[in-house]
C-alpha cells in the first residue's frame, strides 16, 4: 500500500538531486520577473494595432425649451488633422520596435549575469586545483628544507620564505571555497530546483577559438541591441514629434449630422390677435367678447363706448410641425482658418526635436563603437599574454625539458620543485587572465547581441558568429 508514496518520494529525490548545468542555468534566465515583464511589453505591442480615421465621435443633444417639445440629436465627428494616421501608425511601428529592442537588452542583461556567475565558477575552480598543487609543491619544499637542516647548504631563509609561502596558499584556498560556495548559491537562487552545481568546463571556448571569432575586429550595426534600443528611442521620439506636429493641422475641427425632432402634442405657440381675427365669423370669433373689453378705450355708462382698432391679444395656441422630412435633418461643420492662426512655433519644435533625437543616437552609436573596439583590443591582446604564458608552462612540463634540467641540477630536489612551482604560477597566472579575457569577451556579447539570440544554445560559441 505504500510502494506508490514511496516510488513518488524516490523520484522527487531523483529530480531535486540533478545538477544544474550550463544548459539549465541559462534557461533559468526566462523564469526571471524581469524576463517576464520585457515579453510582455513586446508582446503587447507587436499585436495588430487598428488605427482610426477620427480622434472621437461625440452623440450631441440639446433641448430647445423646457416645455420638452423640441429635440435637438446630433453624431458629431472629429476628424483627424491632416497626417496624423500615418504619424500614429509610424509611432507605433517606432514603439513596438524599442520594446523589441528592449526585450532584447533585458534579456542579454539576465543571460550576461549568469555566464559571468558561471564562468567565474569554473575559472575558480581551475584557480582552486592550480593552488592546491602549489601548495603540495611548497609542502614538498618544506619537507626537503627540513631534511638538509643540519646540511651546509641549508638556508633558513629558504625555509621561512616556504612557510610564509604555504599560510598564504591556505589561505587562498579558504578564499576559494567561500567564492565557489557563494556563486553556487547565487545560481541556486536562479535555478531553485536543483541542489549542486556541474558546470562542464569544456561549454567554454578555448582562446584559440576567441582569437579566430575576433582576428578581423567586429562590425557594430543595428542589430546590437543597444543600437537597436537607441534608433527605437530615436524614433519614438521623431514619430512622436511628428505626432504633435500633425495636430497642429486639423483644419476640419469637426463634422455633425443631425436630427431635429418636434412633438406635435407639447408644441404651443404665441398668437397676435387683431379685430379682424375675433369678429363674428373670423377663425378665432370665440376670443371677441375678451378682445372687446380688453381693447376698450372709453366707457359710458357702464359700457364700452370706444375700441382700440390696433390692440392685439396674446393668445396661446397649439402648434404643428409642419416641415419635411428632409428639413428635419441637419449639417454641422466646422473649419479652421490657418491664414489667422500661426503654426511657426510648432514647425520649429518638431525639427528641434528631430534633431536632438538624432544626437542623441549618433553619440549611443559612437559610444557603443568605442567600447567594442576598445574591449575587443584588450581580449586579443590578453590572449596574446595568455599564450606566453602557456607557452612557458607547457616548455617547463615537457618531459624532455625536465630531464634536462634534471640532469643539469643533479640530486638537488628543491631546484627541480622550484622548476615545478614555476610551470604552476605560470599556469595560475594564464587562468587568472583567461577570467580577464572572458569577462571581457561577454561584455562583446552584451554589446553585440549575441546574449540576446533565441535560437542557441551556447551563446560563447555562436555569440559573435
Not at 38 to 63: F, V
Not at 78 to 97: C, I, L, M, S, W
Not at 148 to 176: H, P, W
Amino acid at each position: 500500500m505504500k510502494i506508490v508514496p514511496f516510488l513518488s518520494l524516490a523520484l522527487t529525490a531523483a529530480a531535486i538531486a540533478t545538477p544544474l548545468t550550463w544548459e539549465r542555468l541559462i534557461e533559468s534566465a526566462k523564469a526571471d520577473p524581469r524576463y517576464e515583464a520585457a515579453a510582455k511589453r513586446a508582446e503587447a505591442t507587436s499585436k495588430e494595432r487598428n488605427l482610426k480615421l477620427w480622434d472621437k465621435i461625440e452623440l450631441r443633444y440639446q433641448l430647445d425649451g423646457f416645455s420638452f417639445a423640441k429635440h435637438d440629436f446630433e453624431l458629431r465627428v472629429t476628424p483627424q488633422a491632416f497626417g496624423e494616421r500615418a504619424a500614429d501608425k509610424a509611432h507605433y511601428e517606432a514603439v513596438k520596435n524599442y520594446q523589441q529592442a528592449t526585450f532584447a537588452v533585458e534579456r542579454s542583461i539576465l543571460l550576461y549575469d549568469r555566464y559571468e556567475r558561471g564562468v567565474r565558477y569554473v575559472l575558480r575552480q581551475k584557480i582552486n586545483e592550480i593552488n592546491k598543487q602549489l601548495l603540495q609543491v611548497t609542502q614538498d619544499r618544506i619537507e626537503v628544507l627540513h631534511l638538509k637542516s643540519g646540511s651546509a647548504s641549508f638556508n633558513a631563509e629558504d625555509l621561512m620564505t616556504s612557510l610564509e609561502k604555504s599560510a598564504s596558499l591556505k589561505a587562498n584556498l579558504l578564499s576559494d571555497s567561500t567564492a565557489l560556495r557563494d556563486a553556487e548559491l547565487k545560481m541556486m537562487i536562479w535555478a531553485p530546483d536543483f541542489d549542486n552545481v556541474a558546470l562542464d568546463p569544456t561549454f567554454l571556448p578555448t582562446m584559440e577559438e576567441l582569437a579566430e571569432f575576433l582576428k578581423n575586429g567586429v562590425t557594430v550595426d543595428e542589430n546590437f541591441p543597444l543600437v537597436a534600443l537607441a534608433k527605437g528611442k530615436r524614433d519614438s521620439d521623431i514619430s512622436k514629434a511628428q505626432q504633435d506636429a500633425s495636430k497642429d493641422r486639423n483644419y476640419i475641427s469637426h463634422v455633425g449630422i443631425g436630427y431635429s425632432l418636434q412633438i406635435e402634442s407639447l408644441m404651443e405657440k404665441y398668437k397676435d390677435l387683431e379685430y379682424k381675427d375675433i369678429k363674428s365669423g373670423a377663425r378665432y370669433d370665440e376670443y371677441e367678447s375678451e378682445w372687446m373689453s380688453k381693447a376698450c378705450t372709453q366707457t359710458v355708462q357702464g359700457e364700452c363706448a370706444s375700441h382700440d382698432a390696433s390692440y392685439k391679444l396674446r393668445k396661446l395656441f397649439p402648434d404643428t410641425d409642419d416641415r419635411k422630412t428632409a428639413d428635419k435633418f441637419f449639417v454641422n461643420l466646422a473649419f479652421r482658418l490657418p491664414f489667422f492662426d500661426s503654426n511657426k512655433d510648432a514647425s520649429l519644435r518638431e525639427q528641434v526635436e528631430k534633431l536632438d533625437a538624432e544626437s542623441k543616437y549618433l553619440d549611443e552609436v559612437r559610444e557603443v563603437n568605442q567600447k567594442v573596439a576598445r574591449l575587443t583590443e584588450e581580449v586579443l591582446t590578453l590572449i596574446d599574454q595568455w599564450k606566453v604564458l602557456k607557452d612557458y608552462a607547457e616548455q617547463v612540463n615537457a618531459s624532455g625539458f625536465m630531464e634536462q634540467f634534471a640532469h643539469k641540477a643533479g640530486s638537488d630536489p628543491l631546484l627541480l620543485l622550484r622548476a615545478r612551482e614555476s610551470a604552476l604560477e605560470s599556469d595560475l597566472k594564464a587562468a587568472k587572465l583567461e577570467y580577464d579575457i572572458y569577462a571581457r569577451y561577454l561584455e562583446l556579447l552584451d554589446f553585440s547581441g549575441g546574449l540576446a539570440r533565441e535560437d542557441v544554445v551556447n551563446h560563447l560559441r555562436e555569440g559573435i558568429r
